[in-house]
């Protein structure tokens, strides 16, 4: 056993005296393994100063052939005609002001993208496929260092999520054997402060900032029943723009596009060339069985300890996590499985199926794991879990058009940390084109397209690495907790010292030193350096 093993058990007796505060009723396990809470030095504690919020802006020099935003269009530059004093010449403006850009997908990343954008004075158009804001009613985490993100991007979304998120209360996320008679006790823990996880739910979440992105953007700043289905770069002699196609006929012409459009990414199939093997994502033979759950019945199935804390129970081709949201009165649920057998329908990566199927994944478990996965409804979602593992984009951008979020790098859920990477993914964005469209605009259309097309190459080249590197990870740790990998096997401490790195990689990270960074490389591509390009 490694010093840094035996160090980390040595640890251990710190969080006791928290532990049993928490849960008054149990002792402290033997054997658990206990990661030390030392400050993460590379990861800023504080809330980094928002940037100062621009101007809003209704934006110009969009052409459209959709009537309602043309409308507008004519609307506001009569009005601009009749209020501008002729005889004061008015400042030129920057590219910042005469662009718009559209976001394709009103999920979580595409509306915090969008207020981004919206916080430095750009003015953006959602188009969402769906007829309203829409989510699954399951729970959500977002680490310190997402939330930090968050503030870069903008106030407005720490703002949604403070309104509808609660720090997780409990001191360790502990792993228990699922499967094993006999054996109680954690074999390991990691204590809740290093992720410092705040719990929400996702509908809450997506609704809370589809307002601040209304309050915070021009009328019809979020477009539904808009499902994109093509797109071309028009030349600069043709106007330099990008024509959208969506699937009700509407074509509407914008400066740049950022496809938030989820792990199907449309966008990103365009963007790639269908025959990319990154324009689809692959099924990992892995399923997940979600649900939320009245809190005093896990705490019936599995007792108050482990119902009121963040646990997780691994075992052979399986594992679930629990963990207590919405004021401890929910909880949040998933049985994760390894299947062999294909997904039927690579469209539809959600289907219906009877409780007894995943009853059958954990038939020979403990029984409380038993107990609690008889909670799910009688015909509980499935999900298919696909990723990009196999097969990553090489790049997230081509032209004037770029993907973010799951669209970029679609994960698995096992470090919980995917839309994380989204959210880092704003926060990049918005630096590098606030930073781009900061220039005088001359009219040339060319100076607009070498500007955002330099934004969006140093953003793709400040995000790949990582983000890619989260995709892999997580798939490992699947892997890990079903007893999968093969050198690991069942192993509490290999286990756990895999799991550690990987999460440690994704904890410690400096989200100010990224976006400075992208900021460095935007200005450089734009002068025409080498740095930056992807
Ligand atoms: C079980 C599970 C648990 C998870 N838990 C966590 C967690 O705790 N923490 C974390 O950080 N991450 C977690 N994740 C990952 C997280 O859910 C995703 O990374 C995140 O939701 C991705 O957001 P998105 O906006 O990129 O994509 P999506 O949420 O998929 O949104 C895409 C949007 O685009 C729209 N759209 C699609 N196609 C088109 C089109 N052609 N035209 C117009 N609109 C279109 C869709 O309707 C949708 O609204 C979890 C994932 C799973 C599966």
Known sequence: MGSSWSSLRETKTRYSKRMSQVFESKKESEGAIVVAIEPVSATPTSEPAPPAPSPKTNGEGTTTTDTETATETTTQNASSNTSIPTSIEAPTPTLRETTHIAII?????????????????IRVTVYERASKLTETSAGFSFSSGARQAMSHTSPRVREALRNVAAPNPYPFIRYFDGFTPGVEDPLWQIPAERPDYHGCLRAAFLEALGSEVRSAGDEGVIRFGMSLEGYEELSEEEGGKVRLTFGDGTVVEVDAVIGCDGIKSRTRQIML?????AALPGFTHMVAYRAVIPLDAVVAAMGEDKGY??????????????????????SNMILFCKTTTPWPDANKLLASCLRSTAQEAISTWKPDIRSLIALLPETPSKWAMFDMSSHPAKSYTRGRVCVAGDAAHASTPFLASGAAMGVEDAAVLSTVLETALARPATGSAGEKSAAISAAFRAFSARRIERSQMVVRYSREVGEMCMWQDEEVGRDPEQCFQGIWRRYSDVWEFDVQEMVEGARRDCIALFEGGEKGSS
Do not use: F, Q
């Open 273 to 277: 060339g269908e025959d990319d093997p």
């Open 105 to 121: 997908g009103g999920g979580i990343i595409g509306l915090i993208t969008a207020l981004g954008l919206l916080h430095r004075g």
């Open 309 to 330: 804390s963040h646990c997780l129970h691994v075992g052979p081709g399986a594992y679930t996590v629990t963990y207590p949201i919405a004021n401890n009165t929910l």
